[in-house]
């Protein structure tokens, strides 16, 4: 017998494209959103440093806060790739947007020093987006839309 196709036998085409799926579009959303998570971390670690006596830390937590706000903005831009061209699920979008708007108000009531709301505020910025980077890394991440 030989091995040459037979009308049963199924041949896969090759044609070089990536499986369909938010891949490359979910990569580069998780990679800004661990960055992201990690300058959001930073942010009580240097307000516990100005705590403890170490004035520098307070221009390291206001410095860290244009981090923060520039890369809440690369992963909000990233969410809406992941949601438009990788055909991802819109609730991550949701998510950045909130992240993002309550980090805003979060640097301006450190700015005006409304300590009672800012921290409070802070410990809820923190919880969001590391819920987000979590779920960003679970496989039903990877499931486009329905």
Request: include cysteine.
């Amino acid at each position: 017998m030989t091995d040459a196709p037979t009308s049963t036998t199924v041949v896969p085409e090759e044609t070089g494209v990536a499986p369909a799926g938010p891949r490359a579009t979910l990569t580069t959303l998780r990679v800004l959103a661990v960055l992201h998570a990690l300058s959001v971390l930073a942010q009580p670690t240097f307000a516990g440093l100005y705590l403890s006596g170490d004035v520098d830390a307070l221009g390291l937590h206001s410095l860290n806060s244009n981090l923060v706000a520039v890369l809440g903005l690369c992963q909000l831009v990233a969410a809406i790739v992941f949601g438009w061209r990788g055909r991802g699920r819109w609730w991550p979008l949701y998510a950045s947007i909130a992240v993002l708007l309550a980090e805003t108000l979060q640097t301006e009531l450190g700015y005006v020093r409304m300590i009672a709301i800012h921290v409070p505020l802070g410990v809820s910025v923190v919880a969001g987006q590391i819920l987000l980077t979590v779920w960003l890394f679970r496989a039903d991440a990877a499931r486009g839309r329905k």
